[in-house]
């Protein structure tokens, strides 16, 4: 008979510190990485830091690719053996990787093999819907919520109440990943570059637009914090995220505080998956908004 009973696990795009992944106790797999002719593992082979180093020496932008289906079922059945009662993987925004859909085909291959997995080692998989710590953070607290006793049904409502609020600001310091990925024209970058324009990008439900763009680097962090707060519900929680901008980061976590009136939980670093796209100069916000189901 199972002894333990909810692990909780995800992957390493969710940028969940390692102190805090030994703390509570999450499993995270993590993403393959190519950069040129060399393959790496996410938080495996680097810190957050040095990708930052291999992205801006790269000539192409490094790419990510997908958690195979083979290695969900050995995840999955790493956790049944260790005498888990139940697993809950959340896994980054389905419509941007494959990985969610090989988790899924993961699980029915381990039902058919193991029928009676079913009811004694349920696996719930989530599809986050977003990025980095918007799911990283609520993975937490729901690892944190399984360690008190919460049911499973419990902590899918709360997952599920998040990704239907979560909602994230970001806003690059330059467009050259974003030139190198292709995302823009290397003319349009320029352009955007030479006249000093700065997009501040939302990231909600899914989907990616640009709400405003601004003039010049001091111009960011109060367009960032002006979208961020007219989203937050009051009195909720809120992350900082920062890249190689230690300074405005906290310009943002100083400001943010002063709008807000509390402290973000923290400055947590960005990852592989959002610096392959929006470099690693930038700065972001996470915020719960109005459930967007409701």
Request: charged share 25%; hydrophobic share 40%; net charge negative.
């Amino acid at each position: 008979m199972n002894q333990k009973r909810i692990k909780l696990m995800t992957d390493s795009a969710s940028d969940i510190p390692a102190e805090l992944e030994q703390e509570y106790d999450i499993k995270i797999l993590p993403f393959p990485v190519t950069v040129g002719d060399d393959s790496y593992l996410e938080r495996v082979d680097f810190t957050p830091e040095e990708f930052y180093d291999l992205l801006s020496s790269a000539p192409k932008i490094p790419a990510t690719s997908q958690i195979t289906e083979l290695r969900f079922e050995e995840a999955f059945a790493e956790v049944q053996q260790e005498g888990w009662g139940e697993l809950i993987y959340v896994s980054i925004n389905g419509g941007g990787s494959a990985s969610c859909g090989n988790a899924l085909m993961a699980r029915e291959a381990l039902y058919e093999r193991h029928p009676d997995w079913r009811e004694n080692f349920p696996i719930h998989i989530v599809d986050s819907q977003t990025y980095c710590l918007a799911y990283g953070y609520p993975v937490m607290e729901a690892a944190k919520k399984a360690s008190r006793g919460a049911s499973s049904s419990e902590i899918l409502a709360f997952l599920e109440d998040w990704f239907d609020s979560v909602e994230i600001y970001l806003a690059p310091y330059s467009l050259e990943c974003a030139k190198k990925s292709g995302r823009i024209s290397a003319a349009a970058a320029f352009m955007g570059e030479l006249i000093g324009l700065k997009p501040i990008i939302a990231m909600i439900g899914g989907t990616t637009k640009i709400v405003e763009k601004v003039r010049g680097d001091k111009a960011v962090v109060p367009a960032v914090i002006k979208h961020a707060f007219s989203a937050a519900i009051p009195h909720t929680p809120y992350m900082v995220v920062k890249g190689t901008l230690p300074e405005e980061a906290q310009e943002l976590f100083e400001k943010a505080k002063k709008q807000f009136g509390y402290e973000a939980v923290g400055i947590f670093p960005e990852g592989a998956a959002i610096a392959i796209n929006a470099g690693p100069k930038m700065v972001a916000m996470i915020v719960k908004g109005k459930n967007r189901r409701h």
